[in-house]
């Protein structure tokens, strides 16, 4: 089993910046590949990026040159840089987990509770 919290949204002006966190606990997470997604009412939950247990890193056209998803192995935690912040980036933002290697859809074992992210234009 693996647990994970997510923390650090909240709500932002369009332009600000904003990093979220995810600390995984229960299972060694170097071997892990950590994945940030988000979802807004009534669509399907979006991948936005992810890092492999290798480091390699995938993300998704919309947000390119935008977000930053790094991994501290030591501290068992990923993060999402988030810059340059867009009304259309307002989503619930999920922290997900599998083994070693990321994939853009929702097939990870583990998922954390979600935390909001609200740009105001």
């Known amino acids: 089993q693996v647990q994970l919290v997510e923390s650090g949204g909240g709500l932002v002006q369009a332009g600000n910046s904003l990093r979220l966190s995810c600390a995984a606990s229960?299972?060694?997470?170097?071997?892990?590949?950590m994945g940030w997604f988000r979802q807004t009412p009534g669509k399907e939950r979006e991948f936005v990026a992810g890092?492999?247990?290798?480091?390699?890193?995938r993300d998704t056209a919309s947000v390119k040159g935008r977000f930053t998803i790094s991994r501290d192995n030591a501290k068992n935690t990923v993060y999402l840089q988030m810059d340059s912040l867009k009304p259309e980036d307002t989503a619930v933002y999920y922290c997900?987990?599998?083994?070693?290697?990321?994939?853009?859809?929702?097939?990870?074992?583990?998922w954390g509770q979600g935390t909001q992210v609200t740009v105001s234009s």
């Open positions: 890092v492999g247990w290798s480091g390699n890193i």
């Open positions: 229960g299972r060694t997470f170097s071997n892990l590949a």
């Open positions: 997900a987990a599998r083994p070693y290697v990321v994939v853009r859809t929702t097939l990870y074992d583990y």
